[in-house]
């Protein structure tokens, strides 16, 4: 005689799981969610990695290869959404779905006024893309499942686009303008730029969302030794080996937050984290010194100019070439403006085109002028209004509310690419700032099915 316990997965008042017994099986819905989240975070790292593609003779053009992968992922995320609604039902909240509609209404009347003002096509196309995966995934980011179906296939991708970062640091990049893809020449690029693996930099920014989970998931298990690894790849990747100063600063304001959110939200400082983190960040600050990354971020720091004094020609460029008009309805999707004559400007026939500056929030000015950006900030207010108590029982929402600071501060002082190669970015920025606008979740629980009745006839 024997008896059989089945277990189901309960929603109780919208929960979800993070974990299940063996032999749980999880909705439908939700499995195929699941799969169309590997789907389109898998094409999306192939999309970032294309540069592969023709270091390895295959001949494929690179613009059409990144725009029918860029498609591709949307409509996966698309599809993912639809079932993300069906996994878990939430409710309008804060009038969030009407304002999805807004944004994503907005992002084609942006397209057309691109179109209208003669912008560059392939731009009008890139960031009409990237803000319609900025809806998706705001959509998908309210969801717990989303978040816990997502996170194998991102830990994935970071971790394998990390081993082919380093296996491609030295190995030259490709340049893809109106005229074809050429191979750049290295020889005389500093910090491993203009390389394929800095083409692959961009898979990094999941590893912000990914280590900020870690840093409160309540469970210590491999899944949040994986999650916690993940800030040690950004730092290697970010810090030591492109030597960027804003991902330095980036690292030590996320652990800045979570040391403040710990003692004010959870009212109790773990330790052990705590001292894990400092020894894991003076390991890598022994290591970035050793390597002379810290005395390279220190000369960049105190070059002529100072730390901010590009930024500032950029912004005067910004103000001086925007008319009455475009601070009301934008330049559209590709807009530009005039700016300094420095590299990162897109030079054709003579003329400086910059797509963005690096007070990032000045580009979705340029795009849709001022109304376009306080508009954005409506997904942003939410954050600052009163919470139940029973909103910071989710990890997911911990996670959100240690890491959204964070990358507000980003969005200030650094420059902002709407387009689909960011995905990551964005993926970031959807599934954090989505959770503010989240109705109270309850973790979700493994329940007993009632049970079986037992018989005793043999």
């Known amino acids: 005689m024997s008896q059989q316990v089945d277990y189901m997965l309960d929603y109780p008042a919208l929960g979800m799981v993070d974990a299940a017994p063996a032999g749980a099986e999880a909705s439908p819905a939700s499995r195929s969610l699941g799969r169309w989240l590997w789907v389109a975070i898998g094409l999306a790292t192939v999309m970032i990695a294309r540069e592969l593609f023709q270091w390895m003779g295959i001949p494929i053009p690179q613009r059409v290869l990144a725009t029918g992968l860029a ?26 779905k009407g304002r999805l509609v807004i944004l994503t209404l907005w992002v084609v009347w942006l397209a057309g006024w691109g179109i209208f003002r003669g ?45 082919l970062i380093v296996l491609t640091m030295r190995v030259p990049g490709y340049a893809t ?94 330790v052990g984290t705590v001292m894990l983190l400092l020894l894991a960040a003076g390991i890598g600050f022994a290591l970035a010194y050793s390597a002379g990354v810290v005395t390279e ?36 999707m590709g807009g530009w403006y005039n700016g300094p004559s420095w590299k990162s400007a897109t030079v054709i026939n003579g003329q400086r085109y910059w797509f963005s500056n690096h007070f990032g929030f000045l580009g979705w000015v340029l795009r849709g002028g001022v109304p376009f950006l306080l508009f954005a ?42 387009g689909p190669d960011a995905f990551f970015n964005l993926l970031t920025w959807g ?13 979700p629980q493994w329940t007993e099915a009632p049970p079986q009745q037992i018989s005793y006839d043999y």
């Open 377 to 418: 900030m409506t997904f942003v207010f939410p954050m600052f209004t009163p919470k139940p108590r029973a909103w910071y029982q989710n990890e997911y929402n911990l996670a959100a509310l240690v890491l959204t600071p964070v990358l507000l501060f980003n969005i200030l002082v650094n420059p902002v690419d709407f």
């Open 71 to 96: 498609l591709l992922v949307l409509a996966s995320l698309a599809v993912a959404g639809i079932q993300a609604s069906r996994a878990q039902y939430l409710p309008s909240f804060h009038g969030f």
């Open 297 to 332: 971020i220190q000369r960049r720091f105190n070059e002529p100019g100072g730390l901010f004094q590009s930024r500032v020609d950029e912004t005067t460029a910004f103000f001086k070439d925007m008319g009455p008009l475009d601070y009301v309805v934008g330049r559209g």
């Open 177 to 270: 303008n109106f005229e074809g893809t050429k191979e750049l020449d290295i020889r005389y690029a500093t910090r491993h730029l203009d390389t394929i693996g800095s083409s692959m930099s961009g898979i990094a920014p999941v590893a912000l969302l990914l280590g900020a989970w870690g840093l409160v998931r309540r469970r210590t298990d491999w899944v949040r030794v994986l999650l916690l690894g993940s800030l040690a790849i950004y730092v290697i990747v970010l810090v030591i080996i492109f030597e960027f100063r804003g991902a330095l600063a980036t690292v030590a304001e996320l652990l800045g937050v979570f040391v403040i959110f710990s003692m004010i939200v959870q009212k109790r400082l773990r």
């Open 119 to 163: 912008n560059f096509s392939n731009m009008i196309v890139k960031e009409s893309v990237g803000f319609l995966m900025i809806v998706v995934l705001l959509l998908l980011g309210r969801s717990d499942a989303a978040w816990e179906r997502g996170r194998t296939p991102m830990i994935l991708a970071l971790y394998v686009g990390f081993v």
């Open 431 to 443: 599934f954090c700032f989505a959770r503010f606008s989240t109705p109270v979740t309850e973790m």
